[in-house]
């Protein structure tokens, strides 16, 4: 079975860091993109950031751009999502996904795998 997990979340002050994981397991994700997303209550699926399968293409949402570093280890099968001077409206469950294909992609259509999601919480 194919599967997601993050990990690293939790509740943090503002100007606080977090660095989020994201273990693959039942399959290798090497060749695949792989990216961030975020949902807040009452809001849409929001893209953060995603990063091809050789980690050499990179792709941000503006609201995060400087401040929010998406990586990956491909030989542990892991994504990492390291969030600096995180803001209340950062506030939010994080999503790791996975998709065909080495373009990177902000449309969470294109990801056909999921993670369940990592709570986020930045206190003013």
């Known amino acids: 079975q194919e599967l997601l997990v993050e990990s690293g979340g939790g509740l943090v002050q503002a100007g606080d860091s977090l660095r989020l994981s994201c273990t693959a397991s039942?399959?290798?994700?090497?060749?695949?993109?792989m990216g961030w997303f975020r949902q807040a209550p009452g809001k849409e699926r929001e893209f953060v950031a995603a990063i091809s399968w050789s980690g050499g293409s990179t792709l941000y949402a503006d609201s995060v751009k400087g401040r929010f570093t998406i990586s990956r280890d491909s030989a542990m099968n892991t994504l990492f999502l390291q969030m600096t001077s995180l803001k209340p409206e950062d506030t939010a469950v994080y999503y790791c996904a996975a998709k065909q294909g080495d373009y990177v992609s902000s449309y969470w259509k294109t990801y056909d795998t999921w993670g369940q999601g990592t709570q986020v919480t930045v206190s003013s």
């Open positions: 039942g399959r290798t994700f090497s060749s695949y993109a």
